[in-house]
T-cell receptor
Framework: GQQLNQSPQSMFIQEGEDVSMNCTSS?????WLWYKQEPGEGPVLLIA?????ELTSNGRLTAQFGITRKDSFLNISASIPSDVGIYFC??????????FGKGTRLHILP | DGGITQSPKYLFRKEGQNVTLSCEQN?????MYWYRQDPGQGLRLIYY???????QKGDIAEGYSVSREKKESFPLTVTSAQKNPTAFYLC????????????FGEGSRLTVL
């Protein structure tokens, strides 16, 4: 089936650093979504993008919907310890089937 | 408060037994989903339902069954035909299926002994 490819798989950064991650697809998506999951919990929606080229912020998080509609990017500025978790991209494939990437696991070094 | 409730949070099962995971939402959402999460595999779609009395298979439906008799409820049965059922199971709902804006429950962790 259709897959969303996320990179990197994991990141180890120092507190205060900026973070960048991306998600790519072989097919066009009309919506891109970014979720965060903390251990033992369900994912929580961070940002939703609906138009090619759209740039949306949520606090220190900024996400962009790629012009080709086949990719999206998530940036986190000035990381803090509570940013630790797994970040997933997702999108509706064939309108109603919501699929997820494998995630980027963020670790913050003390 | 509105939300999604999954139960049980932890479940142990012997091989060959069926088990049913509960998912209830009071958000008045039309669409509901079941995902399976394994380490390093992300979330894989098992079944989804856009309206009552209708549901579709996801990418890994074999060995699972669902029902959608009420808008609020979407239980998942893990049958003995599922070869590797030990996993973290997540239920989600959405006001409409095509938005992708999902609200997740806290998950159910199934361990087969």
């Amino acid at each position: 089936g259709q897959q969303l490819n996320q990179s990197p798989q994991s990141m180890f950064i120092q507190e205060g650093e900026d973070v960048s991650m991306n998600c790519t697809s072989s097919s066009i998506f009309n919506t891109w979504l970014w979720y965060k999951q903390e251990p033992g919990e369900g994912p929580v929606l961070l940002i939703a993008l609906y138009k090619a080229g759209e740039l949306t912020s949520n606090g220190r998080l900024t996400a962009q919907f790629g012009i080709t509609r086949k990719d999206s990017f998530l940036n986190i500025s000035a990381s803090i310890p509570s940013d630790v978790g797994i970040y997933f991209c997702a999108g509706p494939y064939r309108d109603d089937k919501i699929i997820f990437g494998k995630g980027t696991r963020l670790h913050i070094l003390p | 408060d509105g939300g999604i409730t999954q139960s049980p949070k932890y479940l142990f099962r012997k091989e060959g037994q069926n088990v049913t995971l509960s998912c209830e939402q009071n958000l008045n959402h039309d669409a509901m989903y079941w995902y399976r999460q394994d380490p390093g595999q992300g979330l894989r779609l098992i079944y989804y339902s856009q309206i009552v009395n209708d549901f579709q298979k996801g990418d890994i439906a074999e060995g699972y069954s669902v029902s959608r008799e009420k808008k609020e409820s979407f239980p998942l049965t893990v049958t003995s035909a599922q070869k590797n059922p030990t996993a973290f199971y997540l239920c989600a709902s959405s006001i409409r299926s095509y938005t992708g804006e999902l609200f997740f429950g806290e998950g159910s962790r199934l361990t087969v002994l």
